[in-house]
């Protein structure tokens, strides 16, 4: 189903399947062979959420073909990559003294429970309010426990979320380190611009943001991406990215955020792989997504 500007969800419908999705992910990433994570708390919470593809597949149940380019392994190595990245993005502040964290489209992201933060750390999670009341019933019934002061803002980031951040108690004149992970793609291009213009002003000098971006998204539109959109139907996939996202052109980031101050840096999706001791794939469907940039950027102070 297309995007609305007043679109709803849950976390087994449209957006919010996707944020199940990355957690089935994170869930193979902490199992396979590679062990590129330690996420003891994405398995139960996809099991929770009930779509039958993604508990089948954290579950060891769903036998993929020999042809296809994303086995459980290779669906590990992706989000592993990814979630390493984040999760060095957020240690990396707080080693530096930063004691505030805001984890914007929070979904499944259970970094407030899984991190070693250091005391006196406390972490926003920014989320509907559904999404946030499923995540921290299911994790309590769990009986998982935050390892930092953990507050949620449950609200919609169309809405007014600066407002209900500052209600939770986030100081703007603290350094922040954010994260903005696999949330671009879902924001029309001027609602990217206004989300990156609002982090600044909520920003004090010193504070960090990450993302990741893919220049062109076209690629979803592309035969490799509906050739293996095709393989993952077949197996019971039903959620279908390419409808969920916004396409067009929209400003580029490193330009962008490079413009209203932050020093940026990137690193090109295969050169994280090879951090990780990786080979990134050499298919159709890999060399469509190399583009794929993640990106650290630093307020100076």
């Known amino acids: 189903m297309a995007r609305t500007d007043s679109d709803s969800w849950d976390l087994a419908t449209s957006v919010g399947a996707t944020a199940t999705m990355v957690a089935a992910q994170r869930a193979l990433a902490t199992s396979g062979p590679d062990q590129l994570i330690n996420d003891p708390w994405a398995a139960p919470l996809v099991r929770a959420v009930g779509i039958d593809f993604f508990t089948r597949l954290v579950d060891g149940e769903v036998v993929f073909p020999e042809s296809a380019?994303?086995?459980?392994?290779?669906?590990?190595?992706?989000?592993?990559?990814?979630?390493?990245?984040?999760?060095?993005?957020?240690?990396?502040?707080?080693?530096?003294?930063?004691?505030?964290?805001?984890?914007?489209?929070?979904?499944?992201?259970?970094?407030a429970y899984r991190l070693d933060w250091p005391a006196g750390t406390v972490v926003y999670e920014v989320d509907l309010p559904e999404v946030i009341d499923f995540k921290t019933t299911t994790l309590a019934d769990l009986g998982a426990e935050p390892t930092a002061e953990r507050r949620t803002v449950a609200i919609d980031l169309r809405d007014d979320w600066p407002a209900a951040l500052r209600a939770a108690g986030f100081d703007p004149q603290a350094p922040t380190v954010w994260s903005a992970e696999g949330l671009l793609v879902y924001l029309q291009p001027d609602a990217q611009d206004a989300l990156f213009d609002t982090i600044k002003s909520l920003s004090?000098?010193?504070?960090?943001?990450?993302?990741?971006?893919?220049?062109?998204?076209?690629?979803?539109?592309?035969?490799?991406?509906?050739?293996?959109?095709?393989?993952?139907?077949?197996?019971?996939?039903?959620?279908?990215?390419?409808?969920?996202?916004?396409?067009?052109?929209?400003?580029?980031?490193?330009?962008?955020?490079?413009?209203?101050?932050?020093?940026?840096?990137?690193?090109?999706?295969?050169?994280?792989?090879?951090?990780?001791?990786?080979?990134?794939?050499?298919?159709?469907?890999?060399v469509a997504f190399d583009d794929m940039t993640y990106l650290s950027a630093v307020l100076p102070e």
């Open 204 to 286: 004090a000098p010193g504070s960090r943001l990450a993302c990741e971006f893919i220049g062109d998204t076209s690629v979803f539109a592309s035969p490799a991406w509906r050739e293996h959109r095709e393989k993952m139907s077949a197996l019971g996939l039903e959620v279908e990215i390419g409808d969920l996202i916004y396409h067009g052109e929209r400003n580029h980031i490193v330009e962008y955020l490079t413009g209203a101050g932050w020093t940026v840096t990137g690193s090109r999706v295969r050169d994280l792989y090879a951090q990780c001791g990786l080979e990134y794939g050499d298919d159709e469907l890999a």
């Open 69 to 111: 380019e994303f086995d459980p392994v290779r669906m590990g190595h992706g989000m592993g990559v990814r979630t390493r990245f984040f999760d060095e993005h957020f240690l990396s502040a707080t080693r530096s003294g930063i004691r505030q964290a805001v984890i914007l489209a929070a979904g499944l992201d259970s970094r």
